[in-house]
């Protein structure tokens, strides 16, 4: 069981920190600066030499408390919640990194966490340690540097059109009978496709790991990226001049609070990728270790598949983004990333809701692993019945899918600021 606290973000000025940000260039480093840190400046120069805004520790964005931001490389973020006000629903604004993909072709990326302390600080990325456990398995991806900009082994293929056709809610035999929804859907094909070598969790020469995802090439922009038309490489929302990108940021459940607002980047398996719009890299799957925590490089949470899609807390519920794309799952997820155990690679152990609790009117939003904990106690949840692989008690007990969901956290703000915009939100 997580015992989790609370807290919120502040910059912690470390003194190799404040040593690397006056090196105006990887050509000033003494022999004090780690491996990982001259890549880090190269990084950051280049960001800066391709007409972006680095993140300057000594001179962040500034949240009020209630925010609760997590990334404070992001530069602004829009919580409108109301789609009819806000088209796109909640946004955050990233910096936009310049790679190379194996031909040699420019792509767009992003970076949200790394397995360095003094270099998350310098990025303004999120520390996540556990990221090493899945360095140089067959889950990841070695990558090179030069001159700052990043050269990946894999690419990604956006040429695809997303396309997610409901399960039978009626069906009286077969998988969609035993969830009584639209989940399991009858077909899925994402928009997004990366190669066999591709995997967002990517190693430096320096044993540096960071989360990495391509947003955009010549083939087309990330479904994430509002207003993403098929091949619209001028959409302002993908500001190569100034090299910063704005996503849509997708809600869920924590320690009995929402708002846990996240970006979805890339899957292992092709459901999720086409319901949650994100990159379908079959790679990650390779990372260790389904159902085992705090070992391995993943970090359990837990979608409902058969949820309602009305209730006072909203809806819930694969099936329910299965039947209405407009509508993102809420799942839960059992700590923040002020955690030293977090991991963005997310692994999927799906609760279902019994039919004895359908037919009881007993469904209801799932809070928190300790709620849901109390759930399967009661009989009203089960583990779904897909899912193959040890029980895990930091997910109450549910066993895992072997499906990953390359979430990176931002926020996860107090109800007082939903509908504000705070900061430099969009391009332009």
């Not at 789609?83 to 310049?98: E, K, Q």
């Not at 792509?107 to 949200?112: G, N």
């Not at 695809?160 to 998988?175: F, H, I, K, M, N």
């Not at 509002?226 to 190569?240: H, I, T, V």
Request: aromatic share 8%.
């Amino acid at each position: 069981m997580f015992i989790k606290k609370k807290t919120h973000y502040r910059p912690i000025l470390m003194v190799s920190v404040l040593l690397a940000i006056t090196a105006c260039s990887s050509n000033d480093n003494d022999d004090s600066t780690s491996p990982a840190m001259i890549d880090a400046i190269a990084l950051r120069d280049a960001l800066v030499a391709d007409g972006g805004t680095a993140f300057d520790a000594q001179n962040p964005t500034v949240y009020p408390e209630s925010y609760n931001v997590f990334m404070p490389s992001v530069t602004g973020v829009d919580l409108r919640i109301d789609r009819t006000v806000n088209a796109s629903g909640p946004t955050a604004r990233l910096p936009l990194y310049r790679g190379l993909d194996p031909s040699g072709n420019s792509v767009d990326y992003i970076i949200t966490e790394t397995s360095d302390q003094e270099v998350a600080d310098f990025l303004g990325i999120v520390y996540s340690p556990r990221m090493l456990a899945g360095a140089n398995t067959a889950g990841s991806q070695a990558v090179t540097v030069d001159n700052g900009i990043m050269n990946f082994r894999g690419t990604v293929d956006f040429g695809l059109t997303r396309s997610v056709v409901p399960g039978d809610p009626t069906a009286t035999e077969g998988p969609n009978s035993i969830t009584r929804s639209e989940f399991p859907p009858a077909a899925v094909f994402p928009g997004a496709q990366a190669d066999d070598e591709w995997s967002s969790l990517v190693v430096l020469p320096s044993g540096l790991v960071f989360n990495a995802q391509i947003m955009a090439n010549a083939t087309g922009i990330h479904d994430r990226i509002p207003d993403s038309g098929q091949d619209d490489q001028n959409n302002p929302n993908l500001d190569r001049t100034n090299r910063a990108i704005v996503l849509q940021i997708l809600d869920g459940w924590q320690d009995g609070e929402p708002y846990y607002f996240h970006l979805v980047t890339d899957a292992s398996v092709p459901d999720a990728a086409a319901i949650e719009l994100g990159v379908f890299a079959p790679r990650l799957a390779f990372l260790p270790t389904a159902g085992v925590f705090p070992d391995g490089s993943r970090l359990g949470f837990s979608p409902n598949v058969n949820g309602l899609a009305e209730s006072p807390n909203g809806p819930q519920g694969l099936n329910v983004s299965t039947s209405d794309q407009t509508i993102d799952p809420t799942n839960v997820f059992p700590i923040d990333p002020t955690d030293s155990r977090y991991s963005p690679m997310w692994d999927a152990h799906l609760s279902m809701w019994t039919s004895a609790a359908i037919d009881a009117n007993e469904r209801r939003v799932i809070t928190s692993i300790d709620d849901l904990s109390q759930l399967i106690a009661d009989g009203l949840i089960t583990d779904f019945f897909g899912n193959n692989g040890p029980e895990n008690a930091s997910i109450s007990g549910l066993m895992p899918t072997n499906a990953i969901i390359n979430c990176p956290v931002i926020l996860q703000p107090d109800e007082s600021v939903i509908g504000t915009i705070f900061g430099i939100a969009e391009n332009g």
